[in-house]
């Protein structure tokens, strides 16, 4: 039986999974899930994820939230097809990919995040983008893009000279951030800018941007 994610094309945790998904050459349901009906909410997808967020993956009995999780068993349950995401043949270079998991959903996540939701998520949502969030994380993103520089201009990618979910995790929130006016932050540091390049060319990616839009140009 087909695995079943429940979520949108434009939502950056559902693109998450979808990235990962199309990475391993897995078959799966896209099962859209009607966030401005509030159906998120309603108790069939709160038995799934009673944070009612999206997205949700169903294998058979096995429910699963929260993105990065998910991509976590998708490379484990299938790794042995497709890119090998998580390095399970090497204990070394697993964890480093671990620690760079980890750096993107700590630092990277929580400053990027915030820049995307002010700027073009809650003008549709017809909330009015707080500048002075938007330039707090800017600065805290500079900050974790002056490690990322660095680390990448001694490895390829962020775990080592391997692509990994680690990098994959980043595709989702710098697709839509680097739409916006503050792109130079990527583009400026030369080796950031070249895995930027280089991860968002990747065919799996290529698969899904077409969908990733909040309309009207966004
Ligand atoms: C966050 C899920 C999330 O924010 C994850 O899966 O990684 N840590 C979780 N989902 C958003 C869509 S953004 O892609 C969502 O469902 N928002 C609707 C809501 O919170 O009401």
């Given at each position: 039986m087909a695995l079943k994610l429940y979520g949108l094309p434009m939502s950056t945790c559902t693109t998450r999974v979808l990235a990962c998904l199309h990475e391993k050459g897995v078959d799966f349901e896209l099962v859209p899930v009607d966030l401005f009906s509030g159906e998120h909410k309603q108790p069939p997808f709160l038995s799934k994820n009673p944070f009612g967020q999206i997205p949700v993956l169903e294998d058979g009995d096995l429910t699963l939230f929260e993105s990065r999780a998910i991509t976590a068993y998708v490379a484990e349950k299938f790794?042995?097809?497709?890119?090998?995401?998580?390095?399970?043949?090497?204990p070394k270079e697993a964890a480093l990919v671990k620690v760079w998991m980890e750096v993107e959903s700590q630092n990277f996540n929580s400053a990027i995040s915030p820049i995307v939701f002010e700027y073009i998520v809650g003008p549709i949502m017809g909330k009015a983008a707080d500048q002075a969030v938007i330039d707090a994380n800017l600065e805290k993103l500079g900050k974790v893009l002056d490690v990322y520089e660095s680390k990448l201009s001694i490895t390829k990618y962020l775990a080592g000279d391997f692509y990994s979910l680690a990098d994959l995790h980043h595709f989702p929130y710098t697709h839509y951030f680097m739409?916006?006016?503050?792109a130079s932050l990527v583009n400026d540091r030369p080796h950031v800018k070249a895995w930027w390049e280089d991860i968002s060319s990747r065919p799996a990616f290529k698969k899904i941007v077409g969908a990733m839009t909040f309309g009207e140009g966004k």
């Amino acid at each position: 039986m087909a695995l079943k994610l429940y979520g949108l094309p434009m939502s950056t945790c559902t693109t998450r999974v979808l990235a990962c998904l199309h990475e391993k050459g897995v078959d799966f349901e896209l099962v859209p899930v009607d966030l401005f009906s509030g159906e998120h909410k309603q108790p069939p997808f709160l038995s799934k994820n009673p944070f009612g967020q999206i997205p949700v993956l169903e294998d058979g009995d096995l429910t699963l939230f929260e993105s990065r999780a998910i991509t976590a068993y998708v490379a484990e349950k299938f790794k042995e097809t497709g890119t090998d995401l998580i390095k399970h043949n090497n204990p070394k270079e697993a964890a480093l990919v671990k620690v760079w998991m980890e750096v993107e959903s700590q630092n990277f996540n929580s400053a990027i995040s915030p820049i995307v939701f002010e700027y073009i998520v809650g003008p549709i949502m017809g909330k009015a983008a707080d500048q002075a969030v938007i330039d707090a994380n800017l600065e805290k993103l500079g900050k974790v893009l002056d490690v990322y520089e660095s680390k990448l201009s001694i490895t390829k990618y962020l775990a080592g000279d391997f692509y990994s979910l680690a990098d994959l995790h980043h595709f989702p929130y710098t697709h839509y951030f680097m739409t916006t006016p503050w792109a130079s932050l990527v583009n400026d540091r030369p080796h950031v800018k070249a895995w930027w390049e280089d991860i968002s060319s990747r065919p799996a990616f290529k698969k899904i941007v077409g969908a990733m839009t909040f309309g009207e140009g966004k």
